[in-house]
């Protein structure tokens, strides 16, 4: 199924940058396919997305899992959309084995955002 994404990076300052830019053939491009709260609400809450890591050659899919569950979740606040002239936006065919209807509606909803 062919999905249009909004591309983000890290920020610099981030956990995880240093290791996204360490990785051969890894770029700093994430695509967000879904959200996830982290944490007990008396202690305390992360917001996050669950996005995937972009390679030099598309993305990576695990045989068995759908996109969300092949995630990383990251903190909201540790990731900026890509930009340059506008937003930067990213089309991909998905094989459906990795999708359902739930996810598809996720993906839809958050590039509206």
Do not use: H, W
């Amino acid at each position: 199924m062919l999905l249009e994404f909004k591309v983000y990076q890290l920020k610099e300052d981030s956990r995880m940058y240093s290791q996204v830019m360490e990785s051969k053939n890894k770029l700093n491009e994430f695509i967000v396919v879904g959200e996830e709260i982290l944490g007990k609400k008396s202690i305390k809450q992360l917001d996050c997305y669950k996005a995937i890591q972009q390679e030099e050659n598309g993305i990576k899919l695990l045989g068995g899992l759908k996109i969300d569950e092949a995630a990383y979740t990251i903190e909201k606040k540790d990731l900026i959309l890509k930009s340059g002239f506008g937003v930067e936006t990213s089309e991909m065919e998905i094989p459906r084995e990795y999708l359902t209807m739930r996810i598809i509606e996720n993906i839809q909803r958050l590039n509206t955002i």
